[in-house]
């Protein structure tokens, strides 16, 4: 059953449901309803309609006679996402190089110390939840709303296959340095150092997800 917090309880389900989907709970082809919903998660259907229809615009599932069907996310989602970050994710650099506080620089410095912890402990699943973290704070103080609304909410899609390829003991140290190496140029402000370990970061991790892809229908 969902709690109401302070956020509306539309974005409280539609949250909910996107993890879902994104974690595989709810297969491709598989139809979800309102009733059936609503029992799951103990509200009314009023946050349930909303909810689905956000993501029936955001293509994650379709309306169709027998409820709303799962479409999920493709191999070419996965890719186009993929290239999305790579036009984007570069040219926040200059507004991490002029805008990034204290306070931000901290938090990712936290998190950093903590993804090493778990990485050692090979705790993928802490992992991942630290890297969408750092990668929300980071795109936040951007000082773009527009790049990082679409950067989050891309990063935020790919969990599924970034959980994936986070099982592999390799890549998760690697990502973790990569962090480490993008939270120390942070702390110089050089916007040319942090566009470089941006990229860094942005292709091998690319690499990586692509890789693991590669067997997808």
Do not use: C
């Not at 956020?7 to 993890?19: I, K, P, T």
């Not at 709810?26 to 009733?35: L, P, R």
């Not at 110390?113 to 778990?118: L, M, T, V």
């Amino acid at each position: 059953m969902i709690e109401y917090k302070t956020v509306s309880l539309a974005n409280q389900v539609y949250e909910a449901l996107l993890n879902d989907i994104l974690h595989g709970k709810y297969k491709k082809g598989e139809y979800i309803t309102e009733g059936t919903l609503s029992k799951e998660l103990g509200v009314s259907r009023t946050p349930i309609r909303e909810a689905l229809l956000r993501l029936s615009q955001e293509r994650l599932i379709k309306d169709s006679p027998s409820g709303s069907e799962v479409i999920g996310i493709s191999k070419k989602d996965v890719e186009d996402m993929l290239n999305v970050k790579r036009l984007l994710e570069p040219e926040i650099a200059e507004g991490l190089a002029n805008n990034l506080s204290e306070d931000g620089l901290k938090k990712l410095g936290d998190i950093v110390d903590q993804q090493e912890f778990f990485s050692q402990k090979n705790d993928y699943e802490k992992v991942m939840i630290l890297d969408t973290q750092f990668h929300t704070i980071l795109y936040g103080e951007s000082g773009s709303n527009v790049y990082s609304q679409i950067l989050e909410q891309t990063h935020k899609k790919l969990l599924k296959v970034r959980l994936a390829s986070l099982r592999d003991k390799k890549r998760i140290n690697q990502s973790t340095h990569e962090h480490r190496e993008l939270f120390d140029i942070l702390k110089s402000h050089d916007e040319d150092a942090i566009r470089k370990q941006l990229k860094k970061h942005l292709e091998n991790s690319r690499e990586n997800i692509l890789k693991g892809i590669s067997k997808w229908d």
